[in-house]
């Protein structure tokens, strides 16, 4: 085995030599004279088969070409120092193990997020930030709001103005922009190492690789050399960081300049909606007072029109229904008393045709009105009745009853039924009764039965 090291330079060195010396040697020169007869008896002689002429070991341009060609699509270096190692295997077959340091041609990049020397500077692109989207509820607040004149609308942040917005974000890309970081120096180098096979083929070494490490060569082949670089691209440096934090800082400081307009507006606008809003508030307020005082007057006027209408003295008269049947009734109160929401009486009902025919009855005036006007339940007790009226099925029940309503026309309208009657509306007596000025005459109980 035999070891060859050598730069590229040696290398065209050595072709143009050997050209050289290729060239001397292809030149004749005069062999000196024989003997005649030696002459002869050369040409007598048979001739004799020549064996076949060794080839010779590849150049070290060979090598060389063979293992550079792999390597064209990698510009950003150069070929420096090469060498070999030929192991001859069998006659025209050799291993060669080639070694080659690719010299970087200049600097190389790689972006990198902006470092954490900015972490302060970024800090301050988000208060200046958040300063100018604070929500509406923060001013609110700022200018003496209670809590219960801020809504959800009010905490959501605020979306600036198409101006501040461009200057924001350019702001944030400028404190936030990747920077180029140096990874590679020119001149620096990186080695290959190749395996290659040498067959003699044809009058000529045909070269096939079996192995190559380009792993050096393949971690520089993503950056971005230095000539290629955008222009005016930020580098990083010592110096570079400094001025840079110095630039975010003024661009801050340009920033919130910018915003002040528009955040003092913002205060000066929080403070007119609360005026705003509290001055709805108490409007509202006043008109919900205003509603609970109708109220309470048209709740007072309704008391007051029942206790009129239910007071002792009073009657109604009017007719019963059932089915086909009918006839007359009349209501009488002759006792009643208010409370806070009802007013209950006393009195008798009887046939209007036939007064001296009486129950004692005692009723109740619910005072706070519903779809139908106030309820009146009024439950029947014993007295004197025409026993020959279908009515006489409710007075001689003992849970007779009339369940009626105190509409606003003041009459009273619903049924005269029995308790035990329950899910049996057929049974009832339809009631209506209209408020009458007459007095009720005196009770007469002959010709009347008792219960």
Same mark, same amino acid.
């Given at each position: 085995m035999k070891t060859n090291l050598f730069t590229t330079a040696v290398i065209a060195a050595a072709a143009m030599l050997a050209a050289s010396s290729c060239d001397e040697n292809k030149g004749g020169s005069s062999a000196p004279a024989e003997q005649p007869q030696q002459d002869q008896a050369n040409a007598q002689a048979p001739a004799e088969p020549q064996a076949p002429a060794a080839p010779a070991d590849p150049t070290n341009e060979e090598i060389c070409k063979a293992v550079t060609d792999q390597l064209a699509q990698y510009t950003f270096v150069t070929p420096g120092e090469f060498s070999y190692q030929v192991e001859t295997v069998a006659p025209g077959r050799q291993n060669i193990s080639a070694s080659l340091k690719m010299v970087v041609k200049e600097n190389m990049y790689t972006q990198v997020a902006a470092p954490e020397d900015f972490n302060r500077e970024r800090q301050a692109v988000n208060e200046a930030a958040n300063l100018a989207i604070r929500p509406d509820a923060a001013y609110l607040m700022q200018v003496g709001a209670p809590t219960d004149a801020v809504t959800d609308e009010d905490r959501v942040a605020k979306q600036?103005?198409?101006? &501040? *917005? #461009?200057? &924001?974000? +350019?702001?944030?890309?400028? $404190?936030?922009?990747? &920077?180029? /970081?140096?990874? +590679? *120096? =020119?001149?620096?180098? =990186?080695? %290959? #190492?190749? $395996?290659? !096979?040498?067959?003699w083929k044809d009058g000529a070494w045909v070269f096939t690789t079996a192995h190559q490490d380009l792993s050096q060569l393949l971690a520089l082949r993503d950056f971005t050399p230095e000539s290629a670089l955008p222009e005016g691209a930020p580098i990083m440096s010592p110096e570079f960081i400094e001025a840079r934090k110095a630039e975010i800082a003024a661009k801050v400081a340009e920033f919130n300049e910018l915003a002040k307009p528009f955040n003092q507006g913002r205060e000066e606008a929080a403070r007119q909606m609360l005026t705003e809003r509290l001055a709805r508030v108490e409007e509202e307020a006043r008109r919900s007072q205003e509603q609970v005082d109708a109220q309470k007057a048209e709740q007072q006027k309704w008391q007051e029109a029942c206790t009129k209408a239910l007071a002792a003295g009073c009657n109604f008269a009017g007719e019963w229904t059932r089915g086909k049947h009918f006839g007359e009734i009349t209501l009488? %109160?002759?006792? +009643?008393? $208010?409370? !806070? /929401? #009802? %007013?209950?009486?006393?009195?008798? %009902?009887? !046939?209007?045709?036939?007064?001296? =025919? #009486?129950l004692d009855i005692a009723g109740r005036c619910e005072l706070t009105p519903g779809e139908n006007g106030s309820e009146v339940n009024v439950t029947i007790y014993d007295g004197q009745y025409d026993p020959d009226q279908p009515t006489a099925e409710v007075y001689d029940a003992k849970d007779g009853m009339l369940v009626l309503h105190l509409g606003q026309d003041g009459k009273l309208t619903g049924v005269m039924t029995c308790e035990s009657w329950g899910e049996a509306p057929e049974r009832a007596f339809a009631v209506q009764l209209t408020p009458k000025t007459a007095p009720a005459p005196a009770r007469q109980p002959a010709k009347a039965n008792k219960r």
């Amino acid at each position: 085995m035999k070891t060859n090291l050598f730069t590229t330079a040696v290398i065209a060195a050595a072709a143009m030599l050997a050209a050289s010396s290729c060239d001397e040697n292809k030149g004749g020169s005069s062999a000196p004279a024989e003997q005649p007869q030696q002459d002869q008896a050369n040409a007598q002689a048979p001739a004799e088969p020549q064996a076949p002429a060794a080839p010779a070991d590849p150049t070290n341009e060979e090598i060389c070409k063979a293992v550079t060609d792999q390597l064209a699509q990698y510009t950003f270096v150069t070929p420096g120092e090469f060498s070999y190692q030929v192991e001859t295997v069998a006659p025209g077959r050799q291993n060669i193990s080639a070694s080659l340091k690719m010299v970087v041609k200049e600097n190389m990049y790689t972006q990198v997020a902006a470092p954490e020397d900015f972490n302060r500077e970024r800090q301050a692109v988000n208060e200046a930030a958040n300063l100018a989207i604070r929500p509406d509820a923060a001013y609110l607040m700022q200018v003496g709001a209670p809590t219960d004149a801020v809504t959800d609308e009010d905490r959501v942040a605020k979306q600036l103005p198409q101006e &501040l *917005q #461009s200057a &924001l974000v +350019a702001l944030r890309e400028f $404190a936030e922009q990747k &920077l180029y /970081n140096k990874v +590679a *120096q =020119a001149g620096q180098e =990186a080695g %290959i #190492s190749v $395996a290659l !096979d040498a067959e003699w083929k044809d009058g000529a070494w045909v070269f096939t690789t079996a192995h190559q490490d380009l792993s050096q060569l393949l971690a520089l082949r993503d950056f971005t050399p230095e000539s290629a670089l955008p222009e005016g691209a930020p580098i990083m440096s010592p110096e570079f960081i400094e001025a840079r934090k110095a630039e975010i800082a003024a661009k801050v400081a340009e920033f919130n300049e910018l915003a002040k307009p528009f955040n003092q507006g913002r205060e000066e606008a929080a403070r007119q909606m609360l005026t705003e809003r509290l001055a709805r508030v108490e409007e509202e307020a006043r008109r919900s007072q205003e509603q609970v005082d109708a109220q309470k007057a048209e709740q007072q006027k309704w008391q007051e029109a029942c206790t009129k209408a239910l007071a002792a003295g009073c009657n109604f008269a009017g007719e019963w229904t059932r089915g086909k049947h009918f006839g007359e009734i009349t209501l009488h %109160i002759e006792q +009643a008393k $208010a409370f !806070d /929401n #009802s %007013i209950q009486f006393f009195g008798t %009902i009887y !046939d209007t045709k036939l007064p001296e =025919a #009486s129950l004692d009855i005692a009723g109740r005036c619910e005072l706070t009105p519903g779809e139908n006007g106030s309820e009146v339940n009024v439950t029947i007790y014993d007295g004197q009745y025409d026993p020959d009226q279908p009515t006489a099925e409710v007075y001689d029940a003992k849970d007779g009853m009339l369940v009626l309503h105190l509409g606003q026309d003041g009459k009273l309208t619903g049924v005269m039924t029995c308790e035990s009657w329950g899910e049996a509306p057929e049974r009832a007596f339809a009631v209506q009764l209209t408020p009458k000025t007459a007095p009720a005459p005196a009770r007469q109980p002959a010709k009347a039965n008792k219960r």
